[in-house]
Every structure is written in C-alpha cells, then in structure tokens.
C-alpha cells in the first residue's frame, strides 16, 4: 500500500495485475524476447537485469536503466508483426514494481496469457498453437487478444500513465534501441511514473 499520514486510509496502487501486450522471437520450440537472448517459459516470468553496466541497487525495472518486462499499453497492429514469420503478438499480466511510459510499461514480474494468430492460415499459426499450448495459454485470433487478455488482468487506469510526447512508433524505436542496447541505456526520466502492482 502506499503510504500516508497517520490514520489516513489507502487503498493499494493497483489491486489486480497489469494487462500489456508485446512481441516475442519465435524460435524453433519456444517464444524468445526480441531483441535478447531471452526465452519465455511457461508461468511467472522474472525481470532480470541485464545491462552490462550493472552498477544500480534497484531491483528491476531501475529507474536509471531500461531492465524490466517492456510491454505497450495497447495490443501489436496485426501488420506489425503477421508479416514476418519471425514475431509472435500477444498479451502479458504484469505485476510487482512498474514504471510506465507514455505507450508502454516495465514491470518487475509477469506472465503470457495469450498469444495471438495471425489472419491466415500456414506453419506460423500451427507453430503458436504449438507453442501456446506448451505455455498452456491461449491462441487466438488477433481480434479477439484484447477480450482474451483482460479476462486476467486490467489496463493501466486512464491517467496514470504520462501523456505521449511523439509517436508511438518513434516510442517503439526508442525502447528497442534501449533493450538491444543495454550498456548505454535510454531512459526518459522526464516521462516516466512509478507504481507497484500487487504482489
């Protein structure tokens, strides 16, 4: 709960975990962060840092670097990622510390829930259900991810997050670069709020 004056009552920062959604590497028997060699197991998924600097006390995601689970506030565009045979959509519960971002957020622990098919039919929808199947989460249709995810979680409440500054594509630069390149962080301290979801 987040402290206050004495007698005074308050409620938790955010009483359910934290529906995101992101991309993931599809490798050939499990799903891979996209810019790390990260792989994705079944259940609670830990941020670890992994910046080659290393030099902050703060678990992740620290606020002077750019550890944490990444995911956007809003799903994937489907072009975005349907395209190539090589990203995977989905959604993802988040919890523990969070900082969030004008599109996006990082948080200290969190777990698919769903993943999402892209609209035609080939080797790529059959390995997700593959693999969404091993996860024992759902696959479905791109359409349908937003109903399918906030069924174990809620989005950011409107207002918590930082207003947006640029585009959201120009946003999603920004965090690739930061999470490719870990040794010289990004961080956007001027558009960045801190909050905890429950443990």
Same mark, same amino acid.
């Given at each position: 709960?987040?402290?206050?004056?004495?007698? *005074?009552?308050?409620?938790?920062?955010?009483?359910?975990?934290?529906?995101?959604? /992101?991309?993931?590497?599809?490798?050939?028997?499990? %799903?891979? &962060?996209?810019?790390?060699?990260?792989?994705? =197991?079944?259940?609670?998924?830990?941020? @670890?840092?992994?910046?080659?600097?290393?030099? =902050?006390?703060?678990?992740?995601?620290?606020?002077?670097? &750019?550890?944490?689970?990444?995911?956007?506030?809003?799903?994937?565009?489907? %072009?975005?990622?349907?395209?190539?045979?090589?990203?995977?959509?989905?959604?993802?519960?988040?919890?523990?510390?969070? *900082?969030?971002?004008?599109?996006?957020?990082?948080?200290?622990?969190?777990?698919?829930?769903?993943?999402?098919?892209?609209?035609?039919?080939?080797?790529?929808?059959? /390995?997700? @259900?593959?693999?969404?199947?091993?996860?024992?989460?759902?696959?479905?249709?791109?359409?349908?991810?937003?109903?399918?995810?906030?069924?174990?979680?809620?989005?950011?409440?409107?207002?918590?997050?930082? *207003?947006?500054?640029?585009?959201?594509?120009?946003?999603? @630069?920004?965090?690739?670069?930061?999470?490719?390149?870990?040794?010289?962080?990004?961080?956007?301290? &001027?558009?960045?709020?801190?909050?905890? &979801?429950?443990?």
């Amino acid at each position: 709960m987040t402290a206050g004056r004495p007698g *005074e009552m308050q409620a938790p920062d955010l009483v359910q975990p934290v529906i995101g959604y /992101r991309l993931w590497r599809l490798g050939d028997d499990a %799903l891979y &962060s996209p810019y790390v060699e990260e792989r994705w =197991h079944r259940g609670v998924h830990a941020a @670890v840092c992994r910046a080659e600097r290393g030099d =902050h006390a703060e678990a992740a995601p620290a606020h002077d670097c &750019s550890c944490g689970i990444h995911a956007w506030y809003e799903p994937c565009p489907t %072009l975005s990622w349907a395209a190539t045979r090589h990203l995977v959509a989905g959604a993802i519960a988040l919890w523990g510390d969070m *900082e969030l971002h004008p599109f996006g957020m990082r948080a200290a622990r969190g777990m698919i829930v769903a993943l999402a098919l892209p609209p035609w039919n080939g080797p790529k929808p059959r /390995r997700i @259900v593959e693999i969404a199947s091993a996860l024992e989460v759902e696959a479905v249709p791109a359409r349908r991810l937003e109903a399918v995810a906030l069924t174990h979680g809620a989005p950011i409440p409107d207002g918590m997050a930082p *207003e947006p500054r640029a585009s959201r594509a120009a946003y999603a @630069v920004e965090q690739r670069l930061a999470e490719a390149r870990r040794d010289d962080p990004w961080r956007p301290s &001027s558009l960045v709020s801190r909050t905890r &979801s429950p443990d």
